[in-house]
């Protein structure tokens, strides 16, 4: 009830009975003696019809004074974040990644890529790298049959293509769903396309909370990002230092819904409420150096996978200087006093989103002007 789109959905009618959250324990992994304690993840929230000036924020034993709690459990104003079709903050639109609906028949696996190229090179240019989520972050190799209409009729004969394209046919006429079912007239085709021959940004759509860092990932144009991640086509590496900076992980770590424990991203919340100020061509020229910096550390430990890089006790140092850096310049953006800790951040970023979503509120709640009645004439 404190993370993710159910906050905007509960708190306003909470706090409109004149309630006020004055103490609170973030979420903890609840455990007891039984055997075979289940996956439960709770928070405890005390609730005051009296305004107290002490309030208080627990959290791994420690106790914080507040001077406010809002419904993100923040010692912040209360500022509810609801889901944005579009960007607040003038960055690129996200998306998701390429839906195959495919019954596994378009996708293959290292040892199927290089078998069906070994019998038929020509299909080279139809095949492409598949990423999802766990394929980026813990470097499992699949790819894909990514197949235009020219080349289905071109490839189409080759009988390992045919059986594959049956195959998705079958499943596809099997389903209860209209669009499904439609969709098996061009079995060659997966169901969504968002694929673009760009560079891209791929975003894990659930990442752990023991990250210091969510691990974004930069990706060449001839991977086709699955469903199951968020996606940024026509990517700047300014735009990737943005969103894997310290400043947007704090912002992650309060709006964002959550698996057990660890961070489910939501591109309506997450991404699109971020408030980012627009920032000028030189920064963006800094942002663009740092960013590749980072990449370039990533790099030089090629053979380790993502989720080695940012385990926070294997985590290179010379990568945490790179995000160190990247992370300084990002706050530049905002103000040129550094910032002292994650609630100061996260207090400031709560009060630009209040800022910047401020006209819109106003609109909200400006009645709309009355219209004036027709005179009319007797019969």
């Known amino acids: 009830i404190c993370q993710g789109e159910q906050v ?13 959250i004055h103490f609170a324990h973030l979420s903890f992994k609840w455990t007891n003696n039984a055997k075979g304690n289940g996956g439960v993840t709770c928070a405890i929230i005390g609730l005051s019809t009296t305004s107290l000036r002490k309030k208080t ?73 598949f990423m999802g989520a766990e394929d980026f972050i813990d470097s499992h190799y699949r790819y894909c049959l990514w197949l235009s209409d020219e ?30 079912r439609r969709d098996a007239e061009t079995p060659h085709l997966f169901s969504e396309r968002r694929y673009l021959e760009t560079q891209q940004i791929i975003m894990p759509s659930v990442t752990s909370e023991r990250r210091n860092y969510i691990p974004v990932g930069w990706i060449g144009s001839d991977t086709v990002i699955s469903n199951s991640t968020f996606a940024i086509y026509h990517a700047e590496p300014w735009v990737f230092g943005v969103i894997s ?8 770590r309060a709006v ?24 000028s061509a030189e920064q963006k020229r800094e942002l663009d150096q740092l960013a ?21 006790e294997t985590m290179p140092a010379a990568l945490l200087a790179a995000h160190r850096a990247l992370d300084a310049a ?22 630009e ?27």
């Open 330 to 351: 990002i706050e530049r953006c905002y103000r040129t006093k550094p910032f002292t800790s994650d609630d100061e951040r996260l207090e400031y970023l709560f009060a």
């Open 57 to 129: 924020l627990y959290s791994g034993g420690i106790a914080k004074p507040a001077s406010h709690i809002n419904a993100y459990l923040a010692n912040a104003k209360n500022v509810l974040i609801g889901k944005r079709r579009e960007p607040l903050n003038k960055l690129p639109p996200m998306d998701y990644g390429s839906k195959p609906t495919d019954g596994g028949n378009l996708i293959l696996s290292r040892y199927e890529k290089i078998e069906l190229l070994e019998r038929y090179p020509e299909l080279k240019e139809v095949i492409h790298p």
């Open 292 to 312: 590749e910096e980072v990449l370039g550390v990533r790099e030089d430990y090629h053979v380790k996978t993502i989720a080695w890089l940012y385990n926070p």
């Open 256 to 279: 964002a819904g959550r698996l057990k424990t660890d961070y489910r991203y939501s591109s309506t919340i997450c991404y699109n409420s971020f408030p980012f100020p627009e920032i």
């Open 245 to 252: 900076s310290q400043m947007h992980m704090v912002w992650v």
């Open 353 to 379: 989103y209040e800022r910047m979503t401020a006209a819109e509120a106003a609109d909200l709640f400006t009645p709309a002007p009355a219209k004036r009645a027709k005179k009319r004439g007797r019969k």
């Open 8 to 20: 905007a959905l509960l708190w306003p009618h909470v706090f409109a009975c004149g309630v006020e």
């Open 151 to 180: 080349q289905a009729l071109r490839f189409g004969e080759i009988p390992e293509i045919k059986r594959r394209l049956d195959k998705v046919r079958e499943m596809r006429l099997a389903s209860t769903k209209e669009a499904t």
